[in-house]
């Protein structure tokens, strides 16, 4: 016990635990929007296509500057996007195939360019490699700063589009009928998505970031089928995975952050898909009997 009270007092231990609660609740809130509109797949992409944004970034400017980095992160994940919608509309081969071939060829490219790196740049290219699974025990204060600002924005600005997405995404053919801006909506949440996965990536890696935006809105839905309920809900399940995993991987030594949070977040998961008041498997089991 005095182990942990000394943890929880110190300064890194702090700034970690505050990124990991808003990232799970920001998350979890877009992560919302995407599960129904059926793009969870697609966010699993964007994350992917992270990597090689990164290493291009240091390849062109040889500096770990985290701002820099994500810019990187961010270009590639939206080319990423471009190009799934680009091979759905220009060929015959269905979505799910389409975000398969993308996120293997970015994702690959991205692992080359790392390998690249590592044996090109000496010495000064260490912990590049934690994009892929995550380092939030490496996590500063300006780090911290800018989950925190990009977390507040974007779950500002998805309460701002609440009514334009729920129209959009339960009827889009109305939604235009009454004028809004269907595309400039979609475009907005896939921003919406690859900004979340930009601002996560240092935490939980391109590879696991994809989960905290699944298995929250997941969880939530076996307990509510109102929207803006789900959307917190899931949030709440969000940010409530990021401190389970933080406070374990702090308490036991060694263990990582990201993969803890994920399988809090799974543990959440499996209790909601049991117990859940909205077909969950004990009520669905009750009503049988």
């Given at each position: 016990m005095e182990t942990f009270l000394s943890d929880f007092s110190n300064a890194n231990f702090q700034w970690v635990l505050m990124g990991s609660l808003l990232l799970g609740f920001a998350s979890g809130v877009i992560g919302s929007f995407v599960l129904l509109k059926k793009q969870s797949l697609i966010s699993d992409a964007m994350a992917h296509a992270a990597l090689p944004g990164v290493c291009i970034m240091f390849i062109l400017f040889e500096v770990k500057a985290i701002p820099v980095l994500l810019i990187g992160a961010a270009i590639t994940s939206l080319l990423a996007t471009q190009a799934i919608q680009l091979i759905i509309k220009k060929t015959r081969i269905k979505t799910d195939a389409a975000i398969g071939i993308t996120l293997s060829v970015f994702f690959g490219f991205g692992i080359v360019l790392l390998t690249y790196i590592q044996q090109?740049?000496?010495?000064?290219?260490?912990?590049?490699?934690?994009?892929?699974?995550?380092?939030?025990?490496?996590?500063?204060?300006?780090?911290?700063?800018?989950i925190t600002i990009?977390?507040?924005?974007?779950?500002?600005?998805?309460?701002?589009?609440?009514?334009?997405?729920?129209?959009?995404?339960?009827?889009?053919?109305?939604?235009?009928?009454?004028?809004?801006?269907?595309?400039?909506?979609?475009?907005?949440?896939?921003?919406?998505?690859?900004?979340?996965?930009?601002?996560?990536?240092?935490?939980?890696?391109?590879?696991?970031?994809?989960?905290?935006?699944?298995?929250?809105?997941?969880?939530?839905?076996?307990?509510?089928?109102?929207?803006?309920?789900?959307?917190?809900?899931?949030?709440?399940?969000?940010?409530?995975?990021?401190v389970i995993g933080t406070v374990f991987s702090t308490s036991i030594a060694n263990l990582p952050t990201g993969p803890l949070i994920v399988l809090s977040a799974s543990v959440i998961f499996f209790i909601s898909l049991l117990f859940g008041t909205k077909n969950g498997l004990a009520r669905r089991r009750l009503k049988q009997v």
């Open positions: 090109n740049f000496s010495g000064n290219q260490a912990g590049l490699d934690s994009f892929i699974f995550g380092q939030a025990a490496s996590l500063v204060r300006s780090d911290v700063q800018i990009g977390a507040f924005v974007l779950v500002f600005i998805t309460a701002l589009f609440f009514k334009e997405f729920k129209l959009t995404i339960f009827d889009p053919q109305f939604a235009r009928g009454i004028g809004l801006p269907v595309s400039f909506l979609n475009g907005l949440l896939l921003f919406l998505v690859v900004a979340i996965v930009v601002i996560g990536i240092q935490m939980v890696g391109v590879i696991l970031i994809a989960a905290l935006l699944i298995i929250p809105p997941l969880a939530a839905r076996y307990w509510t089928e109102k929207l803006g309920f789900m959307a917190i809900l899931a949030g709440v399940f969000g940010a409530f995975s990021g």
